[in-house]
Every structure is written in C-alpha cells, then in structure tokens.
C-alpha cells in the first residue's frame, strides 16, 4: 500500500504517479554494488535527517532506536521497492508531513504529461468518491457522467473496497481526516487515469440514484508542464480566470509553479475594478512557498507578514512588500481538504492580517517546506527542513487552516449544478459592495 502514499509526491505537488523500479544500475562503467547503494542510501536518509530536520525532538522518537530497528530489514530487502518502502516506513517515525522516497525517474514525468484522461475531476463527499467538475466536450461529458454522480465502480473494482484498503493503510500512521480524504481522491484519479484512447468501465449512481453503466474513452491530456528546479520535479499546470457578472473576478489555479505568476499578476491587474476577487484554491496542494508572498504583494498597500518558517538555526521572515497599484477591493479565498502547504500559507497570511475570507473547509495541514535530492539507488528523498508559523504563531503543520465560513460540498447541489462555496463567496462580494 506504499504505492498509495507516493502517489502524492511532495504533498504540496502530490500530482505525479508513483511508479517502483528494481532496474539495477548500468554496468558500462564500474559501479557500486546494489548492496553498497542501498547501505549509501539507508545512509544518506538516517544521517540527513538527523542533522537536518527541522524538528531535534525528532517528534518524540529516538532517531538512534529507530536506525536500530530499521536498517537490518531495509539492507535484507528482497529488491529495491521493498527498500524504499522500509525507508518510507522509517520516516514516518516523524509523524510529519514532506517527507519521503519515491521510485521516480525523469522519464516517469514525460509520461505524467501524456496521461490519458476523461475530463472529470472527484472529490470525496460523505466517503463515497463524487464527480466534482466536468471538462466541457470532455468524452465523459459526452458519455453524459455529471457532477454529483457517485462512482461505484471502475473497470469492476469497487470503489468501495479501494477506499477500505486506503482506510486500513491509514490505521497505523499519523494522517488527518483531510489528509485521508486527499489520498483517496489521488487513488480514484489514478485508477480512472490511463493509456491514451484506451476504454473505461464505470458503474455510477445517476441523478435519479439508479446504477448506470458507462463507456468512455480517455485521450492524453493536454496539459502544460512546468520545468523542474533543481530536484523539484515538473507539474501539470492548470489556470482560469474570468468575470462572473460585471464586478466580480474568479482566478483559479492548481499548484504555485514559475509558470503561474505572470497569469496570476495578469489575471489580478485585468480585474483592478472588480468588487471582489475570488480565489479558488481547492485542491491546490501547494508549489514554491516564495510565490504566496509575492503575489501577496499585490493585494496590500502596507508591508506585512505572511508568518515565518522556522528551522534549527535560522527563522525566515515571510514579508510582504506591495507592489505599484495593488487591489484593493474584497478577497476570497475558497479552499477544502486538498488545499494545502504554500495555499494554506497563502490562505492564513491573508486571513490574519485580515484581508481575506477564507470560505469553505479545514485544508489538509501539510506546511512544511521542505528539499528534494537523490539517493545513490537513483530515488527522489524528501525532507522537510523548516516548519511554518502564521503571523498569529499559529502551527498549521498537522492541524490546517480553519476557514471564516464553513462551507462543505453536497452531493445533491453538484446535482442540481450548483457550486455552493462558489455561490456563498459571490453572495459575501455582493453583500459587501451593497
């Protein structure tokens, strides 16, 4: 069940599939054995953490006890998997999120790009895995899958099962409840994710709560990549902005990569004269943490702090300096249990120094920045350096970001084609500009 957990790679990315590899290094030039890279591997990832962690508590454990118990099964492991996933297991000792290895090569990002897809996006609703969006002219738009239908079935696995066997994974490891609604969703993505112009079977329940069965084709998404920085790997990225109405603006994003900032700078100086701007950022699972503060920097006139980020040694100070004729009309920001890491920074830096309203669910509670590097065996490491506090020394880290108004997606409002956080947020602008 590993699988399940590197699925969200990074956390705050979390959108790449996992995929193990037991490849054995090339043998054109002389190379450590497979048993010296995993000794230098086992190695690299006890001794970075115990030197560089942010946490000295290690969050209660005894980092020496804990090499102890886990190098002699991770260096008996059968294959390379095997080893990963006991080094996955040795860092969950932390209790923390952004922090693993995943089974990655660069060639497993191209394929990300490539991935055939229906044009739908879930949310877990009630712990059933509800349609949530669907892509106009998408095939499963053309199948006639709807938002609010429930999936029961993909290629005749039961979605229930999946979601017991993710619930029993979850049963000895520290997650939240967000945090188990988040894997979820990524699960049911990728088991409905596939070849491109490969055909899927789904089993729904309908509008009319009746079991529909449902043909449809995937074809390659057409997403643009980010580049990778350093070992930060590449992401799909997805932006919207538009006007609802005459005086109110709509900026929706996935993920805060370099491509984003000079669609979200645009995006906000078009609606200069918008009553309000909307900032929807439900399960945008966070990107480089430099970017909230910079695009902060836009919605203030005097300098703030969005909270600092504070390490063994060294604290950083998340400051905003604001930009020439920054918006300054009303703010909200819509987020649920897939917001998370620079989102929820974005979110509460706004929401303390009040000048957003934050509407919809708790976020995830995964803020800690963090650094990729490889391992000898060729494996992406990731640990998390800093941990965050708000500018009210506030941890988010494991607890979230509490929104203004709660407000929770129904199966029955997608049904009748409403977006009920959307709706609310729209009517928190009018009632503000009235």
């Known amino acids: 069940m590993r699988l399940l957990s590197i699925i969200l790679i990074s956390f705050f990315i979390n959108l790449v599939l996992a995929q193990s590899s037991d490849d054995k290094p090339s043998q054109t030039l002389a190379q450590p054995s497979e048993e010296e890279l995993r000794r230098q591997s086992f190695e690299k990832v006890w001794d970075t953490i115990n030197k560089k962690h942010y946490d000295k508590t290690f969050g209660g454990g005894d980092w020496g006890k804990i090499r102890e118990i886990y190098e002699p099964k ?4 059968q294959n390379r998997a095997e080893f990963h996933k006991i080094l996955n297991q040795m860092l969950e000792e932390l209790k923390v999120s952004h922090v693993g290895v995943y089974d990655l090569k660069p060639a497993d990002f191209e394929l990300r790009a490539k991935t055939g897809i229906i044009g739908i996006e879930i949310k877990i609703i009630e712990n059933k895995p509800v349609i949530w969006r669907v892509e106009k002219n998408s095939t499963a738009d053309r199948a006639g899958l709807k938002p609010g239908f429930i999936i029961e079935k993909i290629n005749d696995l039961s979605t229930r099962s999946v979601l017991e066997r993710v619930e029993s994974y979850f049963s000895s490891i520290r997650a939240t409840d967000r945090i188990r609604l988040l894997y979820k969703e990524k ?6 994710e596939g070849e491109p112009k490969t055909k899927l079977s789904l089993e729904v329940i309908n509008s009319k709560n009746e079991l529909q069965k449902v043909e449809v084709e995937r074809y390659q998404a057409n ?6 920085i350093g070992y930060f790997p590449p992401q799909p990225i997805i932006f919207e902005a538009y006007k609802i109405g005459d005086d109110i603006g709509y900026i929706r994003f996935n993920v805060w ?3 984003q900032i000079s669609r979200i700078r645009a995006a906000i100086q ?22 909230a503060a910079g695009i902060a920097g836009m919605l203030f006139k005097e300098p703030v702090s969005l909270g600092k980020m504070r390490g063994r040694e060294l604290d950083l100070n998340l400051l905003v300096n604001p930009q020439p004729n920054p918006y300054l009309g009303k703010v909200i920001i819509l987020m649920d249990y897939g917001t998370a890491s620079t989102s929820e920074i974005f979110a509460i830096g706004l929401q303390e120094n009040s000048r957003a309203v934050l509407i919809g669910e708790t976020t995830a509670g995964m803020a800690l920045p963090s650094i990729f590097e490889t391992l000898p065996t060729g494996a992406l490491f990731q640990y998390a350096i800093m941990d965050y506090i708000s500018p009210k020394g506030t941890l988010v880290e494991g607890r979230g970001v509490k929104p203004d108004l709660e407000v929770s997606q129904r199966r029955q409002d997608l049904l009748e084609g409403r977006d009920l956080p959307l709706e609310i947020a729209i009517q928190n602008i009018i009632r503000n500009k009235n």
Do not use: C, H, Y
């Open 74 to 77: 991770a260096l008996k492991a």
């Open 270 to 291: 078009s609606l200069a004269n918008a009553k309000g701007i909307i900032f929807d950022i439900r399960g945008n699972p966070g990107g480089i943490s430099g970017m």
């Open 257 to 259: 990569t370099i491509p």
């Open 223 to 228: 997403w643009q990549m980010s580049e990778p």
């Open 187 to 192: 699960v049911i993505t990728t088991l409905i």
